[in-house]
């Protein structure tokens, strides 16, 4: 089946590294996505891997992606307050290449 | 780029009403739209996948006769709440898929908020 899940809820202190864990069950996804959202606002994409990667860096931001254990981190380093919001990974399964399944969304809340 | 806007940005309708909601690609064609359905601290569920000129196809569970979609231009789909009830109340995100890439992005519109009375 489909199905992606994340832990709930993230806090960390502001400057230190945040890591958001998503694991997901379709062995054959093509890609993994992160998105951000803030209160109120759409999705944002933050940063996306294709499946014979694993790991990818942007700026703050490194996804680490373990395809025998379906398992795909976030990493977001220096944390700042301006980070809080809820982050949702997403994966585009082989039922159907047009969807995206996502799991709950974690709420990452970064404090002083 | 790949910006994508919703109108409205938020609505309260009457109980038994009908409201639509717009979706816009505004600097790229989309030949795929997108409709979710967000619940307060949930995640996004997939409603269904509009397609450029033919018909939407709609997820398991979800009222065909309900949600009317219609994409009749490679800019534009619609998302039409029939005989709203407050049940019906939601946050509606759309997405549309740049027709040009292959990397299966989807572009987020801001949302639209449903409040059903």
């Known amino acids: 089946g489909e199905d992606v899940e994340q832990s709930l809820f993230l806090s960390v202190r502001e400057g230190d590294s945040s890591v958001i864990n998503c694991t997901y069950t379709?062995?054959?996804?093509?890609?993994l996505y992160w998105y951000k959202q803030e209160p109120g606002a759409g999705l944002q994409l933050l940063t996306y891997?294709?499946?014979?990667?694993d790991m990818k860096q942007d700026q703050r931001l490194t996804v680490l992606l373990n395809k025998k254990d379906k398992h795909l981190s976030l990493r977001i380093a220096d944390t700042q307050t301006g980070d809080s919001a809820i982050y949702f990974c997403?994966?585009?399964?082989?039922?159907?290449?047009?969807?995206?399944?996502f799991g709950a969304g974690t709420r990452l809340a970064v404090h002083p | 780029g790949a910006v994508v806007s919703q109108h409205p940005s938020w609505v309260i309708c009457k109980s038994g009403t009908s409201v639509k909601i717009e979706c816009r690609s505004l600097?790229?064609?989309?030949?795929?739209m997108f409709w979710y359905r967000q619940f307060p601290k949930q995640s996004l569920m997939l409603m269904a996948t509009?397609?450029?000129?033919?018909?939407?196809?709609?997820e398991q569970g979800v009222e065909k006769d309900k949600f009317l979609i219609n994409h009749a231009s490679l800019t534009l789909s619609t998302l039409t709440v029939t005989s709203a009830h407050p049940e019906d109340s939601s946050f509606y995100i759309c997405?549309?898929?740049?027709?040009?890439?292959?990397?299966?992005?989807?572009?987020f519109g801001p949302g639209t908020r449903l409040t059903v009375t």
């Open positions: 997405s549309a898929r740049d027709r040009r890439e292959l990397n299966y992005e989807q572009y």
């Open positions: 379709d062995s054959s996804s093509t890609y």
């Open positions: 891997i294709f499946s014979n990667m």
């Open positions: 997403a994966e585009t399964p082989t039922s159907g290449y047009n969807k995206l399944i």
């Open positions: 600097d790229f064609q989309a030949t795929t």
């Open positions: 509009s397609n450029e000129g033919s018909k939407a196809t709609y």
